[in-house]
């Protein structure tokens, strides 16, 4: 193994463990992806191990169909969707996915995740979060109408279930995990205060922030 893809290896529990902290999943959920650099394969998050406990060595390489290549356990039963989401993006190295409460509580209701914060406007240059099908995880059918849904944008709720968002690597994937979370918690912190629909971040302003975001790097890989 390359000190590359120990790397690697050690960024992926790195970043599933800060989700953790922030009470953006519980225990066992969630999944976290990479490609493996000069192959045709991902590196991903074992199934039913907690994050605590989890090793570098416990990762999992799976090919572009997620299937297992190599490691001691089960890979992550959402593989298909993070390995079909690289297959259709090449800018695309990493992949998140997360169970946030916000998310899931506006999610839940319908109601879409709207931009009251910068920062959800940068990270997803202006695009937003898409709402996938309410279809069960975990297959090739689900990683494919998610994906439809998903488009152009750089992330997609599963309904009743989570986010999952896409990036050149996986800290920029984790990043935009944690704005979209902050950004529903706003949003539902605003709503939750009974006075109607919060001020958006004007259009104006948004066209703005997004070429900045552009300019910055922010919003390549899709
Ligand atoms: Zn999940």
Redesign the pocket.
Known sequence: MTSQEVELRKELIFYARKCESRDMLVYT??NFSTRLPGTEYALITPSDIPYDDMEPEDIVVVDMDGKKVDGKYRPSS?APIHTEAMKRHPGVNACA?V?SPYINALSALNIEVKPVLGNFVYLFGGRGLAMGPSIK?GSAEFASATLDAMGDKFGVIWKN??AFCVGQDIKTAFKRCVMAEQCARVYYLALALGKGEPDLIPDEIREEMVEAAAAAGWIKAI
Request: net charge negative; proline share 0%; no cysteine.
């Open positions: 959920q969630g959402e996915h169970e995880s279930h989570g």
